[in-house]
């Protein structure tokens, strides 16, 4: 049997989040093209951005049975495939309807492969560095949004006629290599012993090199006995109530900060500013960057501090930041900073964003759930996530063009406010404990 190191398995299923990130930022190279291509105003080219983000929810509510019943490596094998068709489809859109119909599908595929890449990862992964393997999901997403918004920006300067086609039809290539490398890695032990395949679990462990096979099998054993003694796998009863609520407060605040609204229209938001339209792809290069370099600090930080900690801290940052564009932009004052004030206040909150929100999110929701329901757990938490994220992604020009850009981030800042107090008062610390220990802890709360 060959062994494998368990980061290398966790590297291969993390791409998963390289298409998640990728697909998010390329779009906000394309709004100004699109725009202007199918002459749409400001609702409709929110719906044509918004759209896949609509198929992203549809999308974490029909994967929890599949991933369920099929297994997880099998479940992103297929999705990853599908992937890999919708994203040429778009590309190669003769028309608005078609571009519409396969962004949706596109969505479809990420938010299922959105639930099913960290829960994978949680449950191949030993408790001293679940924290971190499963922040490997997040790491390649910003990685993806970096270079989605370099790749952008130096199409628009060489390509003069409809780059919006290669901007999309670049991602089929990272789609096809994880479709290709996800028949190197072994199947969920979790999974394998939760439909009593017992012998091929332990394989498993041994595969990946856990300290003792034996005793890891024992355990998930016993705590699927306990589950099964309850007599249902069900979500949505008392026992799994305090998880249910982590997972939707959690999920909503991460949106709430105006995360995805902010990276998709970025550009515009230079633009708004008063900066040039090349200028403002390049400047958001630099938001990218800094979301890479803060989530690469989280990779140390997430097990040594905890997850509570990132999240309290994080929150005071992004409060002050996103408080001080909303200043900006309400005294319409774009010289702080000799005229670089926005982008440094949008680099600020990006910071404390990708070290504390984007950070902890999916580590979370991957770990609080039973081994029963947590792919029912993990889709609950993704679909909260997109639901406010479609919102938002939607609403934000339309909120932009009606009121400014001072009432938005004046919003997310009092936002943050509040999450803060979620994070200090509510949440529970969960580094360094097993999933099964989670759960213990969880029933008692």
Known sequence: ?????????ALIIALGGFLFGYDIAMMSGTTTQLEELYNLNSFWLGFTIAIAIVGTIIGTIIIGKPAEKFGRRKSLIILSGIFFIS????????????????RLVTGIMLGCISVVTPMFIAEISPAKKRGQLVLLNQFFVVTAIFLAFAVNYFLVSTIDLDSWRWMIGIEAIPALSFFLLLNLVPESPRWLINHGRYEEALSTFERIKAEDPEEEVRIVKESVKQEEAIGHAKLFVKENRFPVMIAIMIAAFNQLAGINAIMIYAPRVFEMAGFETDISLLQSISVGATNLLFTFVALFLIDKYGRRTLLMVGSVGMVFF???????????????????GVMIYLMGFIAFFAFSQGAVLWVVISEIFPNKVRSQGQA???????????ALIWGFPVLNNAVGGGVSFGFFAIMMVFHFFFAWKVLPETKGKSLEEIQLEMKRK
């Open 380 to 390: 609950l938490g993704s679909f909260t996530h997109w639901i406010f994220a479609a």
């Open 1 to 9: 049997m060959k062994q494998q190191n368990v980061l290398t398995v």
């Open 322 to 340: 996103l408080g001080m564009l909303s200043k900006s932009f309400f005294t319409e004052n774009y010289s702080d900073l000799g005229g670089y």
């Open 87 to 102: 994203a040429l489809g778009s590309a190669f859109s003769i028309g608005w309807g078609m571009l519409l119909f396969f």
